[in-house]
């Protein structure tokens, strides 16, 4: 139907903030050669909230993923 898309789109970003606003699935890469390091799923529509609870939690874990304390 008119509107629908099973497509993806894959964003590259350094902003943890960013990722957790607009994705779905937020895939933490080590440096290169890059591996999957963690996997943090987001529900609920994009773009959420800065400030939701889900964009947060998701910003900490992603920044646990890195090594970096939030």
């Given at each position: 139907a008119l509107g629908e898309s099973n497509g993806a789109v894959l964003?590259?970003?350094h902003d943890v903030e960013e990722a957790a606003v607009l994705a779905d699935r937020v895939m933490?890469?080590?440096p290169r050669p890059a591996s999957v390091?963690?996997?943090v799923r987001l529900s609920g529509s994009a773009?959420?909230?800065r400030t939701s609870a889900e964009v947060?939690?998701?910003r900490e874990a992603i920044?646990?993923?890195?090594g970096v304390a939030g």
């Open positions: 964003l590259v970003t933490v890469l080590t390091v963690a996997e773009p959420r909230l947060l939690t998701a920044l646990s993923a890195l």
